[in-house]
């Protein structure tokens, strides 16, 4: 499997029209890839809450899913076209990831579970998503998470037990947290015998410097590739048939201990 990740520049001095036509091109310069992805809510930028609303867009036919379902049959690619703020019929925000085929046919959606923000942000504005999400491709089975996702092993082991071969992951992290990023995205990897396809944005946003340092990462935790800080395209050659092999070979996830009990709470003396 070929895979790229187009680290894409998100800044203020682009609107959000000029970032989808050039992240098009992007992708239909890719042909001959296997699959293509792009970052975290590179249309409205992930820290710039107030340009959610306005934003916002339909799954099935918002102007983001029809440029990247052209781009997609365009380049004759599977395309992970990022994230958008998806607003459904009922008015509620989600931060949502599509996938499309090489036929440009929508194949795929994901509802980031996780919201960030403690008091503001995702956890505010966005609604959570609720459904573990792996499809199959003839690439492997594909599971789907989002940035903060990272954070929360028990997702991925969700995603493993669903038949999940390669974990996609889409961010918009924060540079100053960037080692953090590298360690969990390789630790998701060691700990699901997954590869990981892992896409940042780069450039600065409402303030906000994002890390880069997109990541291709075999099941061994491995690193096939990585970008540096700015708007970068990387592309790594993965043997998906390595996770089969090596969950045959080194079956750790048949010892997980499953329903292990919390200690109760312990008390001081009174």
């Given at each position: ?5 187009v680290?894409?520049?998100?800044s203020?001095?682009e609107?959000?029209?000029q970032?989808?036509?050039r ?7 890719r ?5 293509v ?5 590179w249309?409205t930028?992930?820290w ?5 609303q306005?934003g916002?867009?339909p ?9 990247m ?8 690619v599977w395309?992970h ?12 925000l989600y931060?949502?990831a ?10 795929g ?8 923000g ?13 459904d ?6 003839e ?17 991925f082991r969700?995603?493993v037990d669903?038949g999940?071969e390669v974990l ?6 924060p540079a100053?947290?960037?080692?953090q ?9 060691v ?9 940042c944005?780069?450039g ?16 061994w935790?491995?690193?096939l ?15 998906v048939?390595?996770?089969r ?7 750790v996830?048949g010892?997980?201990?499953l ?5 109760a ?6």
């Open positions: 499997m070929r895979a790229t990740l680290q894409l520049s998100v203020d001095t609107s959000a029209a970032r989808r036509t992240a098009a091109g992007l992708v239909r310069g042909a001959g890839d296997d699959i992805v792009l970052p975290e809510l249309t930028g992930a710039d809450y107030d340009a959610w306005e916002a867009e799954v099935e036919d918002g102007p983001t899913a029809r440029i379902s052209d781009a997609a049959r365009s380049a004759g395309l076209a990022g994230t958008i703020v998806e607003r459904d019929d009922s008015g509620a931060n949502t599509l996938v499309f085929d090489r036929a440009g046919a929508l194949r959606t994901y509802r980031k579970i996780h919201r960030y403690f008091d503001t942000g995702e956890a505010v504005f966005m609604a959570a998503g609720r573990v999400v792996a499809m199959p491709t690439l492997g089975e594909l599971g789907l998470a989002i940035c903060y996702d990272l954070r929360f092993p028990e997702l969700a995603l669903a999940t996609v992951v889409p961010s918009a992290w100053h947290r960037r080692e990023w590298r360690i969990l995205v390789r630790a998701r990897a700990e699901e015998q997954a590869v990981v396809l892992a896409c944005a780069a600065t946003h409402a303030g906000m410097r994002q890390a880069g340092g997109s990541l291709v990462v075999d099941p935790g491995e690193v590739a990585e970008a540096g800080d700015d708007e970068e395209v990387i592309t790594a050659d993965v043997d048939s390595e996770v092999t090596l969950r045959a070979d080194l079956p996830l010892d997980r201990i329903g292990i009990a919390a200690p709470a312990r008390h001081a003396p009174a």
